[in-house]
């Protein structure tokens, strides 16, 4: 139960990845703030199983990659809130496609969501998180590095996102600030499943695996929860790949 008494907001908290994120930092004792973009009934679905366990959280609404969305969330949240120790940015959004297919405005609206999304949050977060003890923590990807079938506008996307994260922890470690990303294989998740030809991705992603099998959106929830702890104090600007060793070979 290390972050008893803390508040923190997960973008992207109401299904999948993000709604493991959400329920384990509950389950270590903080309070939950679940953003969402549209599906407010998922939302208040992670929010009831995290009350269920006997959590506190709550939902609240914005576009992510809209400054002024964002604006309007923290305003939601200081009415409510003298601190949020932690901002965990999970959400995503992008068409899986060839690269060459993709449109001006998907691209964008990758950035803006994927990558651009991560400042926005921090900026807004700055006098709300402790210094020091602040944690941010991004969710990337291996398409930040590696090419993959019909991921180009993401995986693009990812690799700014961790650049930013780099950056964002130099200028923040001085006051006591810590940055850092997530970084998942092929996680078996809804998202996952609406890929073109995933089954034949899977079984082609366990093969090469050394684990054998895919990862669980639990398995990198664990993950996060470690660097939003005490114990990842030392850590700035990483970006902590767990992908069962597929990178490995």
Request: a neutral charge; glycine letters at 10%; aromatic letters at 6%.
């Amino acid at each position: 139960m290390e972050l008893i008494g803390k508040t923190v907001l997960v973008t992207g908290g109401s299904r999948g990845i993000g709604r493991a994120i959400a329920l384990r930092l509950a389950e270590d004792g903080a309070e939950v703030i679940v953003n969402y973009l549209r599906n407010e009934r998922a939302a208040e679905e992670t929010c009831a199983q995290i009350r269920a366990r006997g959590g506190k959280a709550e939902t609240v609404a914005a576009d992510v990659g809209d400054q002024n969305d964002v604006r309007r969330m923290f305003a939601r949240i200081r009415e409510h809130h003298t601190h949020l120790d932690v901002v965990v940015h999970n959400a995503a959004i992008g068409r899986f496609q060839p690269f060459l297919r993709v449109r001006p405005s998907q691209w964008d609206m990758s950035f803006k969501t994927n990558a651009h999304a991560l400042l926005l949050l921090t900026r807004e977060a700055l006098g709300l998180l402790p210094e020091p003890g602040g944690r941010i923590v991004a969710l990337s990807s291996l398409g930040s590095h590696r090419y993959v079938p019909f991921y180009g506008a993401v995986g693009v996307s990812k690799a700014a996102l961790e650049n930013a994260v780099r950056y964002l922890a130099v200028e923040l470690a001085p006051r006591g600030i810590a940055v850092n990303a997530v970084s998942g294989g092929m996680i078996d998740s809804d998202t996952m499943r609406g890929f073109p030809q995933y089954e034949i991705l899977r079984d082609t992603i366990v093969q090469r695996t050394p684990a054998m099998r895919l990862g669980t959106p639990e398995e990198l929830a664990d993950v996060v929860q470690f660097l939003c702890t005490e114990r990842a104090r030392w850590i700035f600007g990483q970006t902590l790949i767990a992908d069962g060793g597929f990178s490995l070979v």
